[in-house]
Structure formats: structure tokens, C-alpha cells
């Protein structure tokens, strides 16, 4: 990648008197390998360029190590076919830039020829790999009277180029193309099982089929399409579609533990069943929720005005960086880590929430004494169920928090100058596909357990009291086992 370098080249330019605002640095990606020149697929999907500057300490022509100097770059981009001519290359983007130097040498090696350490500066980002061949011209334009790339020594350019393993995409492909039809095909059953109760849905319910919705259009697998034709826009689609999906499931654990949460004993039975009545009313409606949901739908915003402000800019000028400038980078590192801050904290209070519908839970376990036999079974086995979804729920969360952190780190060490950063643990990660895998299981699950079900509940006649005959006319009225453990959960407890 080492496109200037060594005495030999230092001795041509000084004989030929070659000025250095004639000098174009020249990349082609991809390299040659063992004298075969490689060609560039369209399962990489995009494409993330980096330069790496190498400055030499030289007394006589020092860094200007009290400030961080600017690097004006003028830039072009050029794409070619295979079948094309050798010297036919077309004009991909052009730009003229300015990145930010950070470059520090330890005191004890400050003699001529050493190097300083410089951070990264991004260069060019394109959302789509269409072309077989790229070439990346450079220039450097030197001006004394302004200043401009008055940086010292220039030693080494280097251009680093990354793009998605071809693996890694075929593999993401299939399982998108695979889940697509099954989380489509349950979702059109449960909503038919809901539509056939002759009643009005439940917030439950329709928060549930709006989750398989916004996954099945997560899950559609039009990236098929960019291995034909050219769609550079289609790492703004995905990060649109993958915030859809994260507002979504945030506010769906909200909307579900909350449906589940018992509301607080009073001190009698008049006050307990007119508060019961309001909050059963409330829960089942979605203005209950508008603090919490209002917290996430601004979070999302949020992350969706960062997005547009970098991806939507490069897709008229691909060398545009958010990271560019010094104010840039703070602003976009201060998002970072402030999201992963906020998704820390919601993943503690949905397990403070959850925790809250355990101890509901817990306390009600007594009305299971005072049930007959079939319905304590009945009921046993539902709680054991819900429990266990919570569990899942609980991972689920704990598995998606964590990937949210890693990718955004993992996509911004590169911006923000980590020359020492690997890829490998995210791509395990992505591909085990630990979340996107358990996303898809875990909706589908929902999706099963939550469908209204056609069995009739029938009580055990042998094992009954007033209280119980009481209870299981108004239970069997009831239209799923959903609204069964829900209903059960809220009711106050019995001693």
C-alpha cells in the first residue's frame, strides 16, 4: 500500500527537481497478489478507506508539535470493469478535504529519521462495491504563504482499504433470505388467531404484530439486489431499517413488562377495585406509556440525524467525514459513548422492571392454594412459561445492548485514529449471529406463546370452593393465555 517510499524515490524527485505540488500519490485497490492482479467483488458489499501518515522527525523542517496541523487533501476516485481498457478509467467522486494531524514522538528517539505516531484519518467511505477495480489519486498542494501542509517530513503514505469478508456476506444473506419467510409466515397466523376472536385487540397484541412487521422488513432480503445492480444507498437503508427495528423492540419490553406489572395494594376493597378497574383500562392503552416511549423514539431520532449527517452527505461525496475536524469527531466520540451510556441504563431498568413483575409473581402464589387442582396446574404452567420468557427477554436485551456498544466502537475506532483495532470479534459476533439469530427466534416465540388460543378452559368440579367457582366463570371468559397470566398477575394477592 506503500506508495512513496525509500531513498531511491527521494533521489529521482530531487534530481528531476520535481516540485511537490506535482507529485499525485496513486493507489489501486485491489493490490496484486504473487504477480496476479485481483479483482474487487460485489459480495463485499462497501468499502471503508483510512490513511495512514508516517511523518520523519527532521530538525530542519520540524512537526509543528504545538498545534495539530491540517492535511489538505485533493482527492479523486476512479472505477474500471475487467472488460474495460487498461487505461479507461471513469470518475467516481472528486473532493478536496482537510483532515486533522495528531502525531507525537517520544522524547528519548526525537533524532532525525524517526517516527512520529500518527492516528488514522478516514478517507473515503462507499456504500456499495460494484466496480472490479478502483483507482485513489492523491496530491498534497503545498502552499508557503498560507501555510498549507506545513506538517514537516512527509515519509510514508499509506492508504488502507477494508470491505466485508465475501464469507461473511453470503453467510448474512442466506439467513436474512431464510428468516424472512418464516417470521412472515407466523406473523400473517397470529394476526389471522387474533382477527377470529370476534373482539377488539389488545395493546399486547398489536405491539406484538407491529415487532413482526418492523422485523419482517428488517429481515427482507433486498441486498440481493446490489450483486446486480448499483445501490449505493443501501447502507443508509439498513441503518434505517435497523434503527426501525431498535425503536421497536425498546418500546415493545416496555409496553410487556408493563402490561404484566400488578398494580399497588389499598388499604380497602372499594378503593382496590376502582383503582383496579383504572389501571386494567390504563395498561391496556398506549398514552400510559408516552414518558417511557417518548425517551426512546428521541434516543432513535437522535441516532438517525447522526446517521444522515454522515452517510446521507456521502453519498454525494464519499470522502465527506463527520471525523474530520477536530469539533466533528468530539461531537460524534460524545454520541458514542453517551449511547452506550443510555442503552446501559435502560437495560437496568427493564431488569429492575422485570425483577418488580417476578415479586408480583412471587406474592400471588398463594391464590394458587385456594384454586382447584386443574386450574393450579393450569395456572403453574403458565407462570413457569411467562418466567421463562422474561429470562429470555432479559438475555435478549443484555445480548442486543451489547452488540449496539461493540458496533458502534468497533465502527468508530477506525474513525477516530485506533491504529491497533480488530474487526474479528464483531464479525463473530454479527455472524454467530448471536442477536440477530436470537431476534428472529425470540419474535417468533413471542409471536407462538401470544397467539389467542381456541381452548376451552375446563374446571375441575371435584376440588372447588365459592371463591374458586367465582373465578373460573370470569377466567374462562378470558380470550388467551396471555390475557389469562396478565389478568392474573394484576389482581391483588389473597391471603
Not at 485497490?29 to 508516517?54: E, H, K, T
Request: hydrophobic residues 45%; proline residues 3%.
Amino acid at each position: 500500500m506503500d506508495t512513496f517510499s525509500g531513498e531511491a524515490d527521494k533521489m529521482e524527485i530531487e534530481q528531476k527537481h520535481i516540485d511537490a505540488n506535482q507529485i499525485v500519490f496513486s493507489q489501486l485497490v485491489p493490490l496484486p497478489r504473487d504477480g496476479i492482479q485481483l479483482d474487487m467483488s460485489r459480495w463485499f458489499q462497501n468499502l471503508i478507506s483510512v490513511l495512514d501518515i508516517n511523518i520523519e522527525y527532521n530538525s530542519e523542517n520540524p512537526y509543528p508539535e504545538h498545534q495539530k496541523p491540517e492535511l489538505l487533501v485533493e482527492a479523486k476516485l476512479f472505477y474500471r470493469d475487467k472488460e474495460d481498457d487498461e487505461s479507461d478509467w471513469k470518475l467516481l467522486a472528486e473532493s478536496t478535504e482537510r483532515r486533522t494531524l495528531n502525531c507525537v514522538i517520544e522524547k528519548d528517539i526525537r533524532v532525525d529519521g524517526s517516527l512520529y505516531h500518527c492516528e488514522l484519518l478516514p478517507f473515503f467511505e462507499l456504500g456499495s462495491v460494484h466496480y472490479d477495480y478502483y483507482l485513489i489519486n492523491i496530491r498534497l498542494p503545498v502552499n508557503k504563504k498560507d501555510k498549507t501542509n506545513q506538517f514537516g517530513q512527509l515519509a510514508d503514505l499509506s492508504v488502507i482499504a477494508i470491505f466485508q469478508n465475501g464469507g461473511f456476506t453470503k453467510v448474512w444473506f442466506s439467513m436474512k433470505t431464510v428468516f424472512f419467510p418464516m417470521v412472515l409466515a407466523v406473523l400473517v397466523w397470529f394476526w389471522i388467531r387474533v382477527m377470529t376472536q370476534g373482539r377488539a385487540t389488545n395493546l399486547t397484541e398489536r405491539t406484538i404484530f407491529s415487532l413482526g412487521i418492523i422485523l419482517s422488513i428488517m429481515n427482507c432480503p433486498i441486498e440481493w439486489l446490489t450483486l446486480a445492480v448499483n445501490m449505493p444507498f443501501m447502507m443508509l437503508i439498513n441503518d434505517i431499517r435497523d434503527g426501525a427495528f431498535y425503536a421497536m423492540l425498546l418500546s415493545f419490553w416496555l409496553i410487556f413488562v408493563g402490561e404484566h406489572m400488578m398494580v399497588s395494594n389499598l388499604a380497602n376493597s372499594f378503593c382496590l377495585l376502582r383503582f383496579s378497574f383504572k389501571s386494567t383500562v390504563e395498561r391496556n392503552r398506549l398514552s400510559a406509556y408516552w414518558k417511557h416511549l417518548t425517551v426512546v423514539i428521541l434516543a432513535c431520532l437522535a441516532l438517525f440525524i447522526f446517521e444522515m449527517c454522515e452517510r446521507g452527505r456521502q453519498l454525494v461525496n464519499p470522502f465527506y467525514s463527520i471525523w474530520s475536524s477536530e469539533v466533528g469527531g468530539v461531537a460524534a466520540f460524545g454520541f458514542i459513548i453517551t449511547a452506550g451510556i443510555a442503552a446501559c441504563l435502560y437495560f437496568i431498568f427493564l431488569c429492575y422492571q422485570v425483577f418488580k413483575v417476578f415479586r408480583n409473581i412471587s406474592s400471588k402464589r398463594t391464590s394458587l392454594l385456594h384454586m382447584s387442582t386443574l386450574r393450579r396446574k393450569y395456572y403453574s404452567g403458565l407462570i413457569f412459561r411467562f418466567k421463562f420468557l422474561m429470562v429470555v427477554t432479559l438475555l435478549c436485551a443484555a445480548l442486543t445492548v451489547i452488540f449496539f456498544i461493540i458496533g458502534q466502537l468497533s465502527e468508530g475506532q477506525w474513525k477516530w485514529g485506533d491504529v491497533d483495532v480488530s474487526l474479528e470479534y464483531t464479525s463473530a459476533f454479527l455472524t454467530g449471529k448471536c442477536v440477530y439469530g436470537l431476534w428472529n427466534v425470540y419474535v417468533i416465540a413471542l409471536l407462538s406463546l401470544y397467539a389467542p388460543s381456541h381452548k376451552k378452559f375446563i374446571s375441575d368440579t371435584d376440588d372447588t370452593d365459592t371463591n374458586s367457582r367465582e373465578e373460573e366463570v370470569q377466567l374462562t371468559q378470558m380470550p388467551s393465555e396471555s390475557s389469562n397470566i396478565t389478568n392474573f398477575i394484576s389482581k391483588p394477592a389473597t391471603d
